[in-house]
Each structure stands twice: as C-alpha cells, then as structure tokens.
C-alpha cells in the first residue's frame, strides 16, 4: 500500500490539530489559578506553535495548478512569522506595566484583524460555497473587523491619544444606522457570490464598503465609551475576536481555529459578564449608555467633612502600631511602578507583627486582572491576595485600610447616593475601617468624574504624592523605629 505525500500531510496536520487543541484547552485550565499560570501560557504558546507550524504542511495537499505559488507563499509565510515574531518579542519585553492594557487591546484588535483579512481573502477569491458558508465567512468578516477598528480606538483611550468619549446628539440613531446599511450590504454580498443577484457595483468594490462599514461601526461604537468602562470594552472585544477566529476556522475547516477561537470567545463572554456584574451593569449599558454624563449633577460644593492632608512617615508609623492593614490598590499603584516598593513597605510591617492583606477588585486598574498581575510581579504571596467577596467583610475589624491611587472603586457612594452614577456598584468597603489613608497624587476625581465621598470622611487622611515616592518615606519612617520585637 503506498501512502502519498499529500495523505501523510492530511494525517499530520489531523494530529497537530488535535495536539493544539489539547495544550490549548489544558493551558487555559492551568491559567485558573495564580500559581499554574505562568506554565498555563507556556503550555497555551507551544499549542499556538504546534498550529502554526501545522499550517506549512498545508503546502504538501495542494493541487498542481497551485504549485508555482508554493515558494512564494511559503516564502511570504516565513517572513510574516519572522517580522510578527521580532515585533511582539521586542514590544513584550519594552511594555512597562502601566501600558500592558494598551497592548492587550492593540494586540486584540490584530487577531480581530487577521480573522478579517482570512474573510476577505475567501471573499475576494469568489470561491461558490453554500449559502451558510458565504454567510459565515461574512459574519466572520463583519465581527473581525468590528474587533480591530474598536480595539485601536480601545487602544488610543488607553494611550491617552483620545481623552475624552466622543459624543453628540443622536450619535445612537446614526451607529444603528451604519450597522443596518453594513448588514443589508453583507446580505447582498452574499447573495452577489451566489449569483442571486446582480451587483450594482462589481463584487471586489462591494467587499471593500462592506469592510469599511464594518470598520467604521467599530469606530463608532466605541468612541463615545469612556475610560471607566474600558475593562468591560477590551473583554467584549476579545470575545468578538474569539468568535470571529472560529467562524474562520469552520469556513477553513480547521479545528485549531475553531477551538482556540471558541475558546477565546466563551472565556471573553464570561470575562465580559463578570466585569459588567463587578460594576453593577448590562453590557448593553456599557456598550450604548453614556456612562457618567451626569457625573456633574452629584459633585456637591460642599461635601460632609474635609479633606485632611498627612504626612507619609505619620502614615507609616500608624500602620507598623496597627494589629491589622488591608491595602486597595489601584491604577496609581501601576503608574507610579511602585509595586516593589509597597512589598518592601509590607514585609516591615509584617516583621513587626502586623497582619497585611490585599484586597482587589475587579475593575481596579484599566484591565481584568491587572492588580493581581502587578502585585505578583512584585513578589507578593497569592495567600495575601483576596478578591472583593472574600475580603469586605474583613474591613469592619480591620485597623487601618491603605488605598493606593483606587478612587471609584472605594467610593461609599455607590452604597448610599441613589443618585450618583456608580450607585449600586459593588466596592471595597475601605471606608468602614477604623482609619483610612488614601494616597493619590492630588484631588482628582476617577473615571466616572465624581467627588469621592470616602476622602471626606472623618476617619480618612489624604497622603499626597507619587505612591513610589510617598511608600519610600514610609519604608524609612517604619525603619527609623526599630523592630517592634528589639523595643
């Protein structure tokens, strides 16, 4: 029995299929805790490798009216791995911390992208497919390009490229609009390759409106979101992302594309649904509400209480007398690169006999996860580490609360302004510790642009400045003191 070369690629390319499909599914369950992750995604990475590599046995199940491309493709194929590969390399060692949602998002947006260009590539080829696959390469299309265009505005606002939503009256009516024109458009386009119809401009011009509609909405839809709704949008986008690389894969009938896409959608969906649950809104509040526009009306002049400014070592010296500390951390924490700082600060106060804790919650920072990602970078224990539900309870006995460049999320109105914008939204309940001391580097209000009733309590002290430099002084503070065990 003799075997033929395209047979044994088709048996390779089932097999790394199916390898793929395996670490993929197996890195992802490793990624569910903190302590397997780092492996999680190695795993997840040899998978992706597996697959890619897989594709260059595609080159040996040609026909022969394909093979004068061979080199070139293979050629181009080579080159694109090389220049994607020195690129992502170079960018993921260079990100600082502080813009690792920034290249989330970008990065995002290009598998939106590549699961776009795939559509177009079968669309613009004029393969004859059945109906529900021409429709499924559209709706592939459709979703990948959505995905790119709102992930580079996704990344702008991150970036601080735009700084403020983009809205104007009956901005709602118009997005609806451009997606009604782009689905009818889409419809045609099928229809057109079916040779249901007749095209009133040819097919190739008519891919490129149906691309640019889809782009445009993109764009639309995400301008007018703001900045406290960015955790939310970046999941939303990487489920869109998942979803457009499986429909891809289903028109390629490529299981690896199919999984690994499935699998990005569903996790992105969940993400999505807990963000939205973690702020106490629907998606399509998020994605079509303006969040905060009446910020304004719930900024009283003149708040209960004053703010009370204090010195970062008086900050210190009451934390290292302090039985119990629970820290909040916040974006202020990863824009100042203090994480080092701060495990230096607790493993002092540790030494003296003090009981630290973390708490996070779920939108601190401007990505899911992005708290739990810095603190590890700097070393912290996982088992000092709890997440909102597990902790709030904790506060009531708890001696001193340090809230670190956190604002929204440690605000008390949500629990007691029925009118306030964030009202109802889940936060750490910082306020109800003994003392509070909030760094921050001025009085700025946080992404939903209210006054935070917490900073004007009786029990909270404003400790200005850069967390790395204010954390220095406290390290020094504490230190000048001795050990609580030498005294």
């Not at 390319?13 to 390898?19: E, F, N, P």
């Not at 994480?339 to 779920?362: M, N, R, T, W, Y």
């Amino acid at each position: 029995m003799t075997v033929t070369l395209a047979e044994l690629a088709r048996l390779g390319i089932g097999s790394a299929d199916l390898a793929a499909a395996f670490l993929f599914l197996y890195g992802l369950k490793r990624m569910s805790s903190p302590v397997t992750a780092p492996s999680g995604i190695f795993v997840a990475g040899i998978g992706m490798l597996v697959a890619v590599c897989a594709s260059f046995l595609y080159v040996l199940d040609v026909s022969p009216a394909a093979e004068p491309h061979l080199l070139t493709n293979l050629a181009l194929g080579v080159l694109a791995l090389l220049a994607g590969g020195s690129v992502a390399w170079w960018a993921g060692r260079r990100v600082p911390m502080t813009a690792m949602p920034q290249m989330v998002a970008i990065y995002n947006g290009m598998g939106g992208g590549a699961a776009g260009g795939i559509a177009a590539v079968e669309l613009f080829a004029g393969a004859k497919g059945s109906v529900v696959a021409l429709a499924v390469t559209v709706i592939g299309a459709l979703i990948g390009a959505i995905s790119l265009s709102g992930s580079l505005i996704a990344w702008a606002k991150l970036q601080g490229v735009i700084t403020k939503p983009v809205r104007v009256k009956g901005q709602q009516i118009a997005n609806a609009a451009v997606m009604i024109l782009t689905l009818a458009v889409g419809i045609f386009l099928v229809s057109a390759e079916l040779g249901m119809a007749v095209p009133i401009v040819s097919i190739p011009m008519l891919i490129g409106i149906f691309f640019a509609l889809s782009l445009l909405f993109g764009i639309l839809m995400t301008l007018p979101i703001g900045g406290a709704d960015m955790p939310v949008v970046i999941s939303i986008y990487n489920a869109f992302t998942g979803l457009a690389v499986a429909l891809e894969g289903f028109v390629l009938q490529n299981p690896a594309l199919m999984i690994a896409g499935m699998v990005v959608g569903a996790a992105g969906l969940l993400l999505t649904l807990l963000m939205a649950k973690a702020m106490n809104r629907s998606v399509s509040n998020v994605v079509f509400t303006n969040f905060g526009d009446g910020a304004a009306k719930h900024n009283p002049a003149h708040m209960k209480g004053s703010l009370k400014p204090a010195e970062a070592g008086d900050a210190g010296i009451a934390m290292r007398y302090a039985k119990s500390v629970i820290i909040a951390p916040g974006y202020g924490l990863a824009a100042a690169q203090a994480q080092q700082k701060l495990f230096e600060f607790v493993k002092l106060l540790q030494g003296d006999g003090v009981s630290v804790k973390f708490a996070i919650h779920p939108v601190a920072g401007r990505m899911p996860g992005q708290m739990d990602v810095l603190l590890a970078e700097a070393g912290v224990p996982y088992d000092l580490i709890f997440q909102l539900d597990d902790i709030n309870a904790d506060f009531k006995t708890t001696d001193v609360a340090l809230v670190i460049g956190a604002n929204d999320v440690v605000n008390p109105a949500a629990r007691t302004d029925k009118a306030s914008p964030i009202f109802g939204m889940p936060i750490l309940n910082a306020d109800q510790a003994k003392k509070v001391f909030v760094i921050k580097r001025g009085d700025g209000k946080g992404y939903a642009g209210i006054v935070n009733a917490l900073f004007y309590a009786d029990n909270c002290d404003m400790v200005y400045g850069d967390a790395a430099v204010v954390l220095a002084k406290m390290i020094d503070a504490v230190r000048g003191l001795g050990s609580k065990q030498a005294a």
